[in-house]
């Protein structure tokens, strides 16, 4: 069986390549609706910390009732992108076939919401089996009646584009009534249909709050790698322990690469940079941006008439983001235009959708975040506009509460800074229009100003002026009041960096720094304890009863510590 993120050309068996998940036991950040692979940071190294909380678990014992006041017969398996849900439901289907584990199931049905987003008209549950089983016609009714021994995989519900309707009270019962396909998934969820039936479904966090999640016995987390597991990726990736070690040290060296590694997704990014050009092109990457550009140069180095296909691939990407949609019929347009380029099975994945009398190609970005970094780049070097969604407001909440283009955003950014446009230019042969990135500056200039002296909420907007890392912007920004408000954000080691990068610009007071429900610790406070001492006012509200034991000190003299805040957990450090 290959690897899932395996490239045109190379086979990848399990069994040499495959490195063990981290999985915890517990419900995780259900709430949270942002932008999953930011808030990802520092949240897997306390995951892991934490083990008294969280138990690590093994696939097989995914639908174990050792302590369950219940039977688990409904697991959610969440993580953010390219952490490993489809290669951890892949495994445990080649381990079923292999007579491995999962020996509670006589029988394992897979499918994906990828597929059933094909699906335009009513059908029922014994149709959907079949699109993809045709050979168990015969013993499908057996099947279904012994449904205690059955698990039905559903894979990336957050790819669903009914996501949003399957939290209904309107069911069906059998496994032959016909309904719409969001209808009979959520009664497959929820219990109404196979009652006995055991259902993992894996998911994004973005869209877990569409989940009926009172239906769910057991929730479970990837939380990706640890610094051993990336280290054994290295070796089973480069094969040579010599060099793993030489390209482990390379990434160890910077901080941002590192904590990429630890999705293994991000991790065969990483890797695939390193092997293409034995080293990393131009500058170390300094941000998420840099990472990508260097990863399509390293992959896309030697294509010829590199520039088109890259915006072909670009209009693509773009036109399907802007529409919410990550499948594209091989009869579209866009992907037709693709035919013949070589860059498409190095970053679409391809798949056939079967229909009774006809199957037809089906593609994908390997990955959401590299869909947005192209559509970032088809709009940087083009004159489309941008999205309307993008435009600021001063509502601290109003700006993309989905957070769909926060990465987009920031690629955007990232693209239109001086370094990369000249790396672009110089490697891909595509130029950004100046008049283009001097718009961006401008923008970034008058929204973060205004965002600062509305207290509006601010975090994806420094993002976007890290990925720049151009210390004249924040020179040219001169707010008449700096108020940061960074509230109801589970903030990562990400998100403290670009925070931690623009109050080092700044200058003067900072009126006041809004943490609150930021999940901050007593170790970040201490981290960042240089900027606190120029703040008029910290609001954190209920995180401040966690550090009455940090002590503040100016100039060597201590000042006092947070437990000496005010009531209303507003500090005024002298």
């Known amino acids: 069986m290959l690897f899932y993120n395996t490239r045109h050309g190379e086979k990848i068996l399990f069994s040499e390549h495959y490195v063990n998940l981290l999985l915890v036991d517990g419900h995780q950040g259900l709430e949270n609706k942002r932008h999953e692979v930011l808030t990802f940071g520092q949240k897997r190294l306390c995951l892991q910390q934490k083990s008294a909380v969280h138990k690590k678990i093994t696939p097989a014992e995914l639908f174990s009732a050792a302590k369950a006041v219940r039977p688990v017969r409904k697991v959610l398996v969440s993580g953010v992108a390219g952490i490993g849900k489809t290669i951890l439901v892949?495994?445990?289907?080649?381990?079923?076939?292999?007579n491995k584990d999962h020996l509670a199931f006589d029988f394992i049905i897979h499918m994906t919401f990828r597929d059933l987003n094909l699906i335009d008209k009513p059908t029922n549950l014994r149709e959907l089996i079949l699109r993809k089983n045709r050979h168990l016609a015969k013993e499908l009714d057996n099947i279904l009646a012994n449904?205690?021994?059955?698990?039905?995989?559903?894979?990336?519900?957050?790819?669903?584009?009914?996501?949003?309707?399957?939290?209904?009270?309107?069911?069906?019962?059998?496994?032959?009534?016909d309904a719409e396909v969001e209808e009979?998934?959520?009664?497959?969820?929820?219990?109404?249909?196979?009652?006995?039936?055991?259902?993992?479904l894996t998911s994004r966090p973005v869209a877990i709050s569409y989940i009926p999640v009172g239906c769910i016995d057991r929730f479970v987390l990837i939380t990706g790698f640890s610094l051993a597991e990336v280290q054994d990726f290295f070796l089973c990736y480069f094969q040579d322990s010599t060099l793993a070690d030489r390209m482990f040290s390379v990434v160890s060296a910077n901080e941002l690469m590192l904590t990429l590694c630890y999705i293994p997704a991000f991790c065969y990014i990483v890797c695939c940079i390193l092997k293409e050009s034995k080293d990393l092109c131009g500058e170390t990457p300094k941000t998420m941006t840099d990472i990508y550009v260097q990863y399509l140069v390293a992959l896309a180095g030697s294509v010829q008439q590199l520039s088109d296909t890259v915006l072909k691939l670009g209009r693509l990407a773009f036109q399907k983001l802007m529409e919410h949609q990550t499948l594209f019929y091989s009869s579209d347009q866009e992907v037709a235009a693709l035919e013949g380029c070589s860059l498409v099975s190095t970053f679409l994945d391809k798949t056939i959708a079967q229909e009774p009398g006809c199957t037809e190609e089906v593609y994908s970005f390997a990955h959401l975040t590299i869909q947005e970094f192209f559509a970032a780049l088809y709009c940087a070097v083009t004159d489309h506009p941008l999205p309307d969604a993008l435009h600021c407001t001063s509502s601290?909440?109003?700006?993309?509460?989905?957070?769909?283009?926060?990465?987009?955003s920031r690629f955007l950014s990232g693209i239109l800074s001086e370094r990369n446009t000249s790396l672009l230019s110089r490697q891909v042969g595509i130029c950004c229009h100046k008049e283009k990135v001097d718009a961006h500056r401008h923008k970034i200039i008058r929204e973060v100003r205004m965002l600062c002296e509305n207290g509006a909420h601010i975090l994806n907007h420094l993002h976007c002026l890290f990925e720049q890392q151009d210390p004249s912007l924040a020179l040219e920004m001169q707010p008449?009041?700096?108020?940061?408000?960074?509230?109801d954000e589970t903030l990562s080691q990400m998100d403290y960096n670009a925070i931690k990068y623009f109050l080092n610009l700044t200058k003067g007071k900072i009126s006041e720094l809004d943490l609150t429900g930021t999940g901050i610790n007593c170790d970040t406070l201490r981290d960042i304890q240089h900027l606190l001492h120029r703040c008029e006012k910290i609001e954190t509200h209920q995180t401040r009863k966690h550090f009455s034991s940090l002590m503040f000190y100016n100039s060597g003299e201590p000042v006092g510590t947070v437990a000496s805040w005010s009531s209303a957990a507003a500090a005024h450090l002298l």
Not at 90 to 98: A, E, H, P, T, V
Not at 149 to 170: A, N, Y
Not at 184 to 199: F, K, R
């Open 480 to 487: 008449k009041m700096l108020r940061v408000n960074v509230s």
């Open 90 to 98: 892949q495994k445990m289907l080649f381990d079923f076939g292999g």
């Open 184 to 200: 009979v998934i959520g009664s497959l969820m929820q219990g109404e249909l196979l009652s006995n039936a055991s259902v993992l």
């Open 147 to 177: 449904d205690n021994k059955l698990l039905i995989i559903l894979d990336g519900f957050d790819e669903f584009r009914h996501c949003r309707s399957c939290d209904m009270d309107v069911f069906v019962t059998e496994p032959d009534e």
């Open 396 to 408: 601290p909440r109003e700006e993309s509460s989905s957070g769909n283009l926060d990465l987009f």
